[in-house]
């Protein structure tokens, strides 16, 4: 004779073994979260991961004319660079394109009553900003980011910090 266990049992194993992972996970989560808050300055994190917004002119890169590039906060990861920047008169960092397409996500948000399109960073899943049509040619793109979710890497640091291939963009022309 075969026993085949109930569909009561299986779901009940299931159940429990589910919420054995979930408390893993969970936990993990929990603990990057701390290790972040730990690391990161307060703005940096509600904006970040939070995708809070910080205020317009009281930030660090929005008046930034140094030439170099803006990586994610978080993972490190490149995202913009300051030839692609320009002045939007919006009190952010704005930039008519991201280093690398890859580099980036973009979602539909609906929050505050708009539509928009919120920019996060596609490793390290940082908001960044959001994205506009109102931008210079050739683009006619506004990447409006917040400062407190980029690191701004001079450009005489690149090769020091592991950015080296972005050298090259700044001897074009």
Known sequence: MVLIPSRIFLVGVFAIFGIFISCGIQSNEKKERTELKSKLSDIQYRVTQLDDTEPPFDNEYWNNHKEGIYVDIVSGEPLFSSRDKFESGTGW???????????IVEKK?????????????????????????????????????????????????????????????????
Do not use: W
């Open 109 to 173: 948000d609906f929050s505050y009553g708009m539509t928009r399109i919120e920019v996060r960073s596609k490793i390290g899943n940082s908001h960044l900003g959001h994205l506009f049509t109102d931008g210079p040619k050739p683009t006619g793109l506004r990447y409006c980011m917040n400062s407190a979710s980029l690191l701004f890497i001079e450009k005489s640091k690149l090769k020091e910090k592991g950015y080296e291939k972005f050298l090259q963009d700044f001897y074009k022309d």
């Open 93 to 103: 960092p704005s930039f008519s394109k991201p280093i690398m397409k890859e580099s």
